[in-house]
């Protein structure tokens, strides 16, 4: 078992920057990799970045490429999201996730409860 626990949601401007952890507790953190989801109002959850076991392989959706950045650490057993150049349409629940499947990103194992972010004028 393993259990997420984000932090680090917020109120931020346009154009500002958020970074969102996530620590993890349980079983051996560097067993999994590790992805961030997030899900807006009305819409379904979707994939945000993916970042594999050893930290060396990063993977972004096209909307966030070059804006976000996955980044881990195993000794601290923490993940994290760097946000970057904030738009509106950021705003979302953000989920930390921890899987076996670091191809599709599909077949979740874990999932955080979710940090709220609000990107707003």
């Known amino acids: 078992q393993v259990q997420l626990v984000e932090s680090g949601g917020g109120l931020v401007q346009i154009g500002g920057s958020l970074r969102v952890s996530c620590e993890a507790s349980g079983r051996a953190f560097s067993g999994y990799a590790m992805a961030w989801f997030r899900q807006a109002p009305g819409k379904e959850r979707e994939f945000v970045a993916g970042i594999n076991r050893s930290g060396t392989g990063t993977v972004y959706v096209d909307s966030v490429l070059g804006r976000f950045t996955i980044s881990r650490d195993n000794a601290k057993r923490q993940v994290y999201l760097q946000m970057n150049s904030l738009k509106p349409e950021d705003t979302a629940v953000y989920y930390c996730?921890?899987?076996?499947?670091?191809?599709?990103?599909?077949?979740?194992?874990?999932w955080g409860q979710g940090t709220q972010v609000i990107v707003s004028s």
């Open positions: 996730a921890a899987t076996l499947d670091d191809r599709s990103w599909k077949r979740i194992e874990y």
